[in-house]
């Protein structure tokens, strides 16, 4: 008869504690707060991008409403329909679609777009994976080392 030899366990039984741990973890917390982190990088990309007006000295007028109209990073409520997590960026002043997209205006020109929330969102599309990578090593390595 042969001999197959002799095999140690524990290093699949370790495997086996870690994945354990790993199903252990609340995956809708974390990814209900993957999805807030990337509103707050949203927010902190477009609240700059947002021109602010400029008004003569004496007519009364403040710039910067538009601005400060973005939602604040701690109100942001994420919502879970099925597999996916949604949050709303919203601007409630009336005019911000008008600096977004452009209009016309009373002399019959047009005011250029600024595409401030549009090009935000095209460079947080560019940072997502690695943040999401980052977020999702630094959970395994905490899971993993508890």
């Not at 019959?108 to 929330?117: A, E, V």
């Not at 994976?129 to 999702?136: F, G, I, Q, T």
Request: glycine fraction near 8%; aromatic fraction near 8%.
């Amino acid at each position: 008869m042969a001999t197959w030899g002799s095999a140690d366990f524990e290093a699949i039984r370790a495997m086996q504690k870690n994945i354990e741990r790993i199903q252990q973890v609340d995956m809708a917390a974390f990814c209900t707060e993957c999805s807030k982190e990337i509103a707050k990088r949203l927010l902190a990309l477009v609240i700059p991008r947002t021109p602010v007006g400029q008004y003569p000295s004496g007519s009364g007028k403040v710039g910067g409403t538009l601005r400060r109209g973005w939602t604040a990073a701690e109100n942001v409520t994420v919502t879970k329909e099925g597999d996916t997590y949604t949050v709303v960026i919203s601007n409630p002043v009336e005019y911000a679609p008008y600096v977004e997209f452009g209009h016309r205006t009373r002399g019959g020109g047009f005011k250029d777009p600024q595409f401030m929330l549009t090009i935000s969102e095209e460079k947080l599309r560019a940072i997502i994976p690695k943040l999401l990578e980052r977020k999702v090593k630094k959970m395994l390595q905490e899971v993993l080392d508890a």
